[in-house]
């Protein structure tokens, strides 16, 4: 089993700034099988970033994904405060399919 | 457009046999590609993935759960079934389903429901 290690575990940062998100895996992900989701309180996750750097639809161009191998990074760009979320990464390169335990970004 | 929604008991008791309903929209578990899956969340904690059963009737478990899990569909309701047997207190969670496509990541969830397991 795949698993994957995200840090830092919260990131406090203010409007505008860039935030980093990293998600580390314990062997590598096949074919960069590697998937970032949003998740707000009381709602489900929602995907982001699919095939380590590809957006979902309707994204908006500040989030990007990028990385291969066993390292991989979500960046927001300019933090809006509607982006104050967990962000979860999953690999789906081998099964069982594994999440992350989550980055807190909470805006100042 | 694609639409799931998860059914159930909100409380069940430890030992008993949970049994939860996705009813979705918008797609068929027919089509070549398609997956619907199962992932849960204890409350504050991380997702956990489950199950995910294939258009094909192919079907994959969390090894650690594999013995207590089965996935099944019901294509003319447009409805997948979870059953988890022996539930315990650290079963307590959000119970997700989510469909696939093509790849095994979730791009439309439900909105997740609480089940809770106390005696």
């Known amino acids: 089993e795949i698993v994957l290690t995200q840090s830092p575990g919260t990131l406090s940062l203010s409007p505008g700034e860039r935030a980093t998100l990293s998600c580390r895996a314990s062997?590598?992900?096949?074919?960069?099988?590697l998937a970032w989701y949003q998740q707000k309180p009381g709602q489900a996750p929602r995907l982001l970033i699919y095939?380590?750097?590809s957006r979902a639809t309707g994204i908006p161009d500040r989030f990007s994904g990028s990385g291969s191998g066993t390292d991989f990074t979500l960046t927001i760009s300019r933090l809006e405060p509607e982006d104050c979320a967990v962000y979860y990464c999953?690999?789906?390169?081998?099964?069982?399919?594994?999440f992350g335990q989550g980055t807190k970004v909470e805006i100042k | 457009q694609i639409t799931l929604k998860e059914s159930g008991p909100t409380l069940v008791k430890p030992t008993q046999t949970l049994t939860l309903t996705c009813s979705f929209s918008?797609?068929?578990?027919?089509?070549?590609?398609?997956?619907v899956g199962w992932i849960r969340q204890p409350p504050g904690k991380a997702l956990e993935w489950l199950a995910l059963?294939?258009?094909?009737?192919?079907?994959r478990y969390s090894p650690s759960l594999k013995s207590r899990l089965t996935i099944t569909q019901d294509t003319s309701k447009n409805q997948v079934v979870l059953t988890m047997t022996n539930m315990d207190p650290v079963d307590t969670a959000t119970y997700y389903c989510?469909?696939?496509?093509?790849?095994?990541?979730?791009?439309?969830w439900g909105q997740g429901t609480l089940v809770t397991v106390s005696s």
């Open positions: 095939g380590a750097s």
């Open positions: 059963i294939y258009w094909d009737d192919d079907k």
């Open positions: 918008g797609f068929s578990l027919s089509t070549s590609g398609v997956g």
């Open positions: 062997q590598s992900v096949s074919s960069s099988y």
């Open positions: 989510a469909h696939r496509l093509d790849w095994n990541f979730f791009d439309y």
């Open positions: 999953q690999q789906y390169g081998s099964s069982p399919w594994t």
